[in-house]
């Protein structure tokens, strides 16, 4: 098997690379080629990449390239985790939301808006290349804004595209740890979109322990920040165990006071986390992993992405959280509406499981972000400077019409998008 790796310039590669050497039983994949367009960065990870695999995995031929064509090539599985615009465009971003009293987050706030217009042509542009050179590939997508990325690849560009990210894993680790178990032994009932999650039910071994963990709160849900704390009345009133990224638009305030400030964006903290990993990756007497990669953040990467590429592979029938088409799964919301939640993974690619309705105490959130992303999916797909406008008026962290024009107008200038 052929694993291409769009964005393989990437500082987190090495990670991944790691966890296929752990899974190459299961995976046998033969041949990974690392895909960028950054020559310099491509090649400081590239080599690092080939000694790293030549200690750990011989058997598996690393390379890295350029040319799309060539890393495309007659491919099973394709990763993406590309950056448009590098972490400099995050900063700016992020910062300028900041000065305008908006959440700068870069998937769940405005900045995630921009990311995801100035990356979604991009993939499906790489989609394109794909119905020539691999036709029969899997596309497991990274890229950030996971769930919006994930909803324009599958009805614009490549049906099977099944999207990622680690938070779910990270909240099913953080049960088990706080009740003592195997993770692998946790089951989450789990409702939402791509950042946007509730947990309706813990259960262990289908042991019903959803009580037990509201009333101990979750590790997951603490910080060493008081203010970015959830009260007690307001997690037991909500009755569910939630995603992390949902602070920001319960203590959206709060949040919004620490960012402002916080020193350094998390932009700037990156790019000084990875230039010390490009450096470790440049020395020629280096072939493990570094330590500094636990500070890159993405933790678990690697993980439930091979975990998903062997359950396809393999045709388990597990179940995984995955971001998918709803496809009726979920009631309250269309079902071409992309949206994290459990399925049956299987070499026929991702089955939601039945939903139903969420309750009313949080489906208006979840119905206003939604129809944010789906007008961003099209104001993407479109090229539409309205239906831009339209996407940042309706997030719900953006409060007025004037601002998000405000903020649309900065996104263009400052990335050169073209807009009709």
């Not at 060539?70 to 995050?90: E, N, P």
């Not at 989450?188 to 813990?202: A, C, I, P, S, T």
């Not at 638009?249 to 919004?256: A, C, F, N, R, V």
């Not at 206003?368 to 104001?379: N, P, W």
Request: net charge negative; aromatic share 8%; charged share 25%.
């Amino acid at each position: 098997m052929k694993l291409c790796v769009i964005g393989g310039g990437s500082t987190y590669t090495p990670e991944l690379l790691g966890g296929l050497a752990e899974k190459k039983a299961e995976i046998p994949i033969k041949e990974v080629v690392l895909l960028d367009i950054d020559k310099e960065r491509l090649r400081d990870v590239g080599e690092f990449a080939v000694r790293m695999m030549a200690n750990i995995a011989p058997e598996i031929e690393i390379s890295y390239t350029l040319d799309r064509n060539k890393a495309l090539q007659d491919a099973d599985f394709v990763i993406t985790q590309i950056r448009v615009g590098h972490q400099i465009a995050r900063h700016d971003d992020s910062l300028f939301c900041i000065q305008n009293g908006v959440i700068g987050q870069e998937t769940t706030g405005a900045a995630g808006f921009a990311k995801a217009m100035r990356t979604i042509p991009v993939l499906l542009d790489y989609a394109k290349d794909m119905e020539k050179l691999c036709p029969n590939a899997w596309l497991i997508n990274f890229t950030n804004p996971s769930g919006i990325v994930t909803e324009a690849l599958i009805r614009f560009g490549w049906e099977k595209t099944i999207g990622l990210c680690n938070a779910p894993i990270g909240m099913q680790k953080g049960v088990a740890h706080q009740l003592g178990v195997e993770t692998l032994d946790v089951q989450l009932d789990y409702v939402g979109l791509n950042h946007l999650g509730w947990v309706r039910k813990v259960a262990v071994k289908g042991e019903d322990r959803t009580k037990e963990v509201l009333e101990n709160l979750s590790p997951y849900n603490a910080t060493n920040i008081p203010e970015l704390d959830y009260d007690p009345v307001f997690y037991h009133a909500l009755g569910a165990y939630l995603n992390g990224y949902l602070r920001y638009y319960y203590l959206e305030e709060e949040m919004l006071e620490h960012l402002k400030r916080e020193p350094k964006t998390r932009a700037q903290v990156v790019m000084e986390v990875e230039e010390e990993l490009l450096s470790y990756y440049r020395d020629k007497l280096n072939n493990t992993k570094p330590e500094a990669l636990s500070k890159r953040g993405g933790a678990y990467y690697s993980h439930v992405a091979l975990s998903l590429i062997s359950a396809i592979y393999n045709d388990k029938n597990e179940v995984h959280i995955v971001n998918t088409l709803n496809k009726g799964a979920l009631l309250d919301l269309s079902e071409d509406a992309a949206i994290e939640t459990p399925a049956v993974i299987n070499k026929t690619g991702a089955h939601p499981l039945v939903a139903g309705h969420v309750d009313l105490s949080f489906r208006g959130l979840l119905q206003h972000v939604k129809a944010y992303e789906q007008l961003t999916v099209e104001a993407a797909v479109n090229s539409s400077y309205n239906k831009a406008l339209l996407a940042l008026c309706n997030h719900p962290l953006v409060h007025s019409a004037k601002k998000a024009k405000k903020l649309l107008d900065f996104f263009i200038e400052r990335h050169g998008l073209e807009l009709n």
